[in-house]
């Protein structure tokens, strides 16, 4: 008998144009440097020119872009999108928290948190998706979300109900999408050792109780979430839609 063996799906980018926000530090730095490694050509977007100049040098000529943007001015990232040749990945890693107990959060928090972690997040997919579908592009929508965005925590009322919007939105984004063969998902880390995370950290009650959650014992680190944001963003993952990759040391296991 002649036994024929499936061939694994390509990890590999090479060819294929990606856009990641919040890319000058974390998570989205660590996402860029992923993608341009399995070979994509990265467009780099944060507020600060001189940040992402520094990342673009640390990567290399040719493999990457900086593109100086706040993506908080909705109308000015579509422009962006528009004026250049869309995009086959898209990754949204902007992001905010100001922990607060749920009695002391002011309209600015909401305002500040909501803003940037869920409409900031809406229009930016919304301008590269609709690339995609005018271009017909098979394209792949990662948005780093949390397991906040699936448990409840203290301190975090508004960062959770921003992040179960990001996971509502990618579900229903995923059903409109699919037809046109955009797939989109969440990446939802636990805590992550970047300076966001810092914040709630260096209390050292609150760190105990963080590292009594993560069953792996551990916090995490950009590089636990590289291979996922290269498998998201690759055919290897060609059937998966609408749903979360949870990274997060066995937080949200009990």
């Known amino acids: 008998m002649t036994v024929s063996l499936p061939a694994t799906p390509s990890f590999r980018l090479d060819g294929r144009r990606a856009l990641v926000t919040g ?37 290399g000529p040719g493999r990457a872009e900086a593109l100086p943007l706040d993506i908080l001015d909705a109308n000015a990232v579509r422009i962006a999108v528009a004026e250049r040749a869309p995009f086959d990945i898209f990754v949204n890693a902007a992001g905010c928290n100001r922990p607060r107990m749920f ?3 002011t ?17 930016a997919t919304q301008a590269v998706a609709a690339r995609m579908v005018e271009s017909e592009l098979a394209g792949s929508i990662i948005q780093i979300s949390s397991q906040m965005g699936h448990v409840g925590g203290a301190l975090r009322g508004v960062y959770c109900a921003s992040k179960w919007a990001i996971e509502g939105m990618t579900r229903a984004l995923a059903i409109e999408l699919a ?24 209390d050292p009650d609150y760190r105990r109780h963080v590292m009594t959650k993560i069953k792996l014992g551990r916090l995490g680190q950009v590089e636990d979430l590289m291979g996922a944001v290269v498998f ?19 937080w949200t296991a009990g």
């Open 23 to 59: 890319a000058s530090r974390g998570i989205g730095l660590a996402s860029a440097a992923a993608l341009v490694e399995a070979g994509a050509h990265v467009t780099l977007v944060a507020r600060s020119a001189g940040d992402l100049a520094a990342v673009v040098d640390a990567i």
């Open 179 to 202: 037809r046109h063969r955009v797939r989109i998902n969440t990446i939802a880390p636990t805590f992550i050792e970047t300076a966001l995370a810092a914040q709630s950290l260096r």
């Open 103 to 105: 009695l002391d959060v």
């Open 107 to 123: 309209e600015d928090d909401y305002d500040t948190i909501m803003d940037l972690n869920v409409r900031a997040a809406f229009f």
């Open 232 to 250: 998201l963003a690759s055919d290897a993952s060609g059937m998966m839609t609408g749903t979360s990759m949870v990274i997060d040391g066995g």
